[in-house]
């Protein structure tokens, strides 16, 4: 029976793989190990960032009006000010939400606080929140130059940490998961390292009839894809599960349900997730393959 070449390399790949059941059901157990890992930390870095999303939006600046400014002027200020890149939503507040909103945070003192209804000395203001709180003190800069602007209250050391901690957590996930490739690469390479030491003979006798580099590093190349992606798809179900168990329980807790946030829920980013697993789990058995490769082949 004969074979054309994609066929021979995909079933001399598995092949392989059924042959080597000890060394392929270790690998597949360390591999699903670390990418269950890598798993859990790109989860939590999703979650973190999306959180930091949430925090952010909340995040953002009193633009206190001018007593004199005409309704004409605080109309033209919001066009103005929606204009300002980096500026996501402006929000106005007359005298009177100003007033109704302390009355409603002080109401044990509304007898005192009536007195302010014939003579309100709250002001006009718009809340703006921003895109990127990066941007804060620029958008501050430009807000300041505008006409009717007596000034800004912000919390700008809350949201220059809040930036901080943002960039630490991406930064610090980002560093670790490199780290879980490095490893994830190097027990795949080390792994199919031994198929081709057990074949080296046969590998010896198809370079001296004329097989090219590429035609014998395919079946090994095979291999590793088919470790990577078996890995992916068990610990894509395994991560599944413990996610969702996981979620459930911190959003029926009282501290999350109270500072109202929200989690992404394991169906939000299933897509995701996939594709990374796929991705991670081809390249890996690739780049495993051509550095396991290269000492017999000697490209």
Request: hydrophobic letters at 45%; glycine letters at 8%; a negative charge.
């Amino acid at each position: 029976m004969k074979y054309n070449s994609f066929g021979y390399l995909i079933s001399e790949g598995f092949r392989s793989v059924a042959k080597q059941k000890k060394m392929t059901s270790a690998s597949i157990i360390i591999m699903c190990a670390t990418m269950f890992i890598f798993g859990a930390f790109y989860l939590i870095g999703e979650n973190v960032n999306f959180i930091m999303g949430q925090v952010e939006s909340q995040q953002g600046m009193r633009v206190i009006l001018s007593d004199d400014t005409t309704d004409d002027e605080i109309a033209s200020l919001k066009t103005k000010i929606s204009q300002i890149d980096g500026v996501n939503q402006v929000t106005f507040y007359s005298k009177e939400d100003n007033l109704a909103s302390i009355k409603e945070q002080l109401s044990e003192y509304l007898e005192i606080l009536d007195t302010y209804d014939e003579d309100n000395p709250f002001p006009d203001a718009y809340f703006v929140t921003l895109t990127d709180l990066n941007l804060n003190d620029s958008v501050q800069e430009q807000i300041l130059k505008l006409d009717g602007v007596e000034e800004i209250v912000a919390s700008d050391d809350t949201i220059s940490s809040l930036s901080s901690v943002a960039h630490g957590i991406q930064m610090g996930t980002l560093g670790l998961l490199i780290i879980l490739i490095i490893i994830s690469v190097f027990i795949i390479s080390y792994t199919i390292k031994l198929t081709v030491y057990a074949r080296r003979k046969e590998i010896s006798i198809m370079k001296y009839v004329g097989a090219t580099n590429s035609f014998i590093r395919g079946p090994f190349i095979v291999e590793g894809i088919i470790i990577g992606v078996i890995s992916a798809v068990i610990t894509l179900g395994i991560i599944g599960l413990a996610y969702n168990s996981v979620i459930n329980m911190m959003l029926s807790s009282v501290v999350i349900q109270r500072i109202n946030i929200s989690l992404y829920s394991f169906s939000d980013i299933f897509a995701r997730l996939l594709i990374v697993y796929v991705l991670l789990g081809i390249g890996i058995g690739i780049t495993g393959s051509i550095i396991s490769m290269r000492k017999y082949l000697k490209v």
